[in-house]
Antibody, heavy 120, light 114 residues
Framework: EVQLVESGGGLVQPGGSLRLSCAASGFTFSSYWMNWVRQAPGKGLEWVANIKQDGSETYYVDSVKGRFTVSRDNAKNSLSLQMNNLRAEDTAVFYC?????????????WGQGILVTVSA | QSALSQPASVSGSPGQSITIPCTGTNSDLGSYNHVSWYQQHPGKAPKLLIYEVNERPSGVSNRFSGSKSGNTASLTISGLQAEDEADYYCCSYAGSITSPSFVMFGGGTKLTVL
């Protein structure tokens, strides 16, 4: 059974940093693109970032470019999102989501989500 | 690049069919078949219903179907059931890796089963 479990969320002050992790199991992690998708309270879904199987390609939504860094450790079946210079508008539930073997942007398995709150 | 456009809400009675449209542009949704649909119940993670316009993952009911015409994709739910009441999101490739976002979501449609 595919499982994705996020951790590392919490309350952080504006300008602060946080690192999210996603532990993957039940599939060959190194074979898939992986993604982060977020959802602000009461709002819709927003794709944040993705990373290719070998980590050689990463893409970000404009609003987080230069502040967030996605990475992966295939040996540990782990996906990470380093978030720096956090803003109030980054407050959201962050989901780890499995992509496709190709780059196609659909997400067939999701974690339970982890809440990040940016507030003074 | 703005999000894909969906109606804020739709409703239907049990047993009926409903269709949720999702409108993009000829630079994104209209030019690619990388359209997917997600169902989200309150407090839960989204669930993939449809990918590549009309493909259904294993385990998803055949009451859910997808289509595309021009710049508009559609999700049809037939034989509405009470458990279909949820939020539905469309998603598309944005058309370029240099776009503001590699992937675009619609604003979401709340389905009410009357």
């Amino acid at each position: 059974e595919v499982q994705l479990v996020e951790s590392g969320g919490g309350l952080v002050q504006p300008g602060g940093s946080l690192r999210l992790s996603c532990a993957a199991s039940g599939f060959t992690f190194s074979s898939y693109w992986m993604n982060w998708v977020r959802q602000a309270p009461g709002k819709g879904l927003e794709w944040v970032a993705n990373i290719k199987q070998d980590g050689s390609e990463t893409y970000y939504v404009d609003s987080v470019k230069g502040r967030f860094t996605v990475s992966r450790d295939n040996a540990k079946n782990s996906l990470s999102l380093q978030m720096n210079n956090l803003r109030a508008e980054d407050t959201a539930v962050f989901y780890c989501a499995r992509g496709d073997i190709n780059w196609y942007p659909h997400f067939d398995h999701w974690g339970q989500g982890i809440l990040v709150t940016v507030s003074a | 690049q703005s999000a894909l456009s969906q109606p804020a809400s739709v409703s239907g009675s049990p047993g009926q069919s409903i269709t949720i449209p999702c409108t993009g542009t000829n630079s994104d949704l209209g030019s690619y078949n990388h359209v997917s649909w997600y169902q989200q119940h309150p407090g839960k993670a989204p669930k993939l219903l449809i990918y590549e316009v009309n493909e259904r993952p294993s385990g998803v009911s055949n009451r859910f179907s997808g289509s595309k015409s021009g710049n508009t994709a559609s999700l049809t739910i037939s034989g509405l059931q009470a458990e279909d009441e949820a939020d539905y999101y469309c998603c598309s490739y944005a058309g370029s890796i240099t776009s503001p976002s590699f992937v675009m979501f619609g604003g979401g449609t709340k389905l009410t089963v009357l």
